[in-house]
C-alpha cells in the first residue's frame, strides 16, 4: 500500500509543477524516425494518474505521426521557477464528442474557431508511463546557499529536488 500512496504523492508533485505552465512541448517521431517537437497546451487537463489531454485537429500531421509510432514525450519549463518535468508515454486520438465537450474550454476558440462544431476537432490523450521532474529553489538567495555549502562541504552542489517516477 506505501507503494501506492508514494505514487499518488508523485503523480500530484507532477500535477503541481505542471499546472502553472501553459506551454509543454510535444516531441513525436516523424517519418524519418526523426524526433520532432511542438508547442501544445494541456489547458489544466490533466488527469488523477497524470494522463494528459491536448485538443487537435485530426487530420493534423503530429496525428500521422503519432498512429504510425504512439510513443511520445511531452516536457514543461518553468525556467524562472527552476521547475522542470519530462513525461514518456503513449498518444492516442479521441474522437469521443462527450470527452471533447467535457474538456472544451472558451480560451480553445483562438486555435478552433467554429468551437466545438470544428469538424476536426478531436483529442489527443498521452498516457505516462514514466516522469522525471526537477524542483529548485528559484530565489538567488536559495542557490546562493546551496552552492556555499556544497564548497564548504566538498560534497557536488544538489539545489534540485529531482525523482523519477514510473507510472506503469
Not at 510535444?26 to 497524470?50: A, F, H, K, Q, W
Not at 556555499?148 to 523519477?164: I, Q, R
Request: net charge negative; with cysteine; hydrophobic share 40%.
Amino acid at each position: 500500500m506505501a507503494a501506492a500512496t508514494d505514487q499518488a504523492q508523485a503523480v500530484q508533485k507532477l500535477r503541481e509543477l505542471m499546472k502553472d505552465i501553459y506551454f509543454c512541448m510535444l516531441t513525436t517521431i516523424d517519418d524519418d524516425d526523426n524526433l520532432r517537437s511542438r508547442p501544445m497546451s494541456t489547458n489544466g487537463n490533466i488527469e488523477e494518474d497524470g494522463s494528459l489531454w491536448f485538443f487537435t485537429y485530426g487530420s493534423d500531421h503530429k496525428v500521422v505521426e503519432i498512429e504510425r509510432q504512439n510513443r511520445v514525450n511531452v516536457s514543461f519549463a518553468a525556467p524562472d521557477k527552476q521547475q522542470y518535468v519530462s513525461l514518456s508515454g503513449t498518444a492516442a486520438l479521441v474522437t469521443d464528442r462527450d470527452k471533447i465537450k467535457e474538456l472544451w474550454q472558451p480560451d480553445l476558440k483562438a486555435w478552433f474557431p467554429q468551437g466545438l462544431d470544428e469538424p476536426d476537432i478531436a483529442l489527443l490523450k498521452i498516457s505516462v508511463e514514466k516522469a522525471e521532474y526537477w524542483d529548485a529553489p528559484a530565489g538567488w538567495v536559495a542557490k546562493a546557499i546551496g552552492f556555499a555549502t556544497a564548497v564548504t562541504t566538498g560534497e557536488k552542489a544538489n539545489p534540485a529536488e529531482h525523482e523519477k517516477i514510473d507510472l506503469r
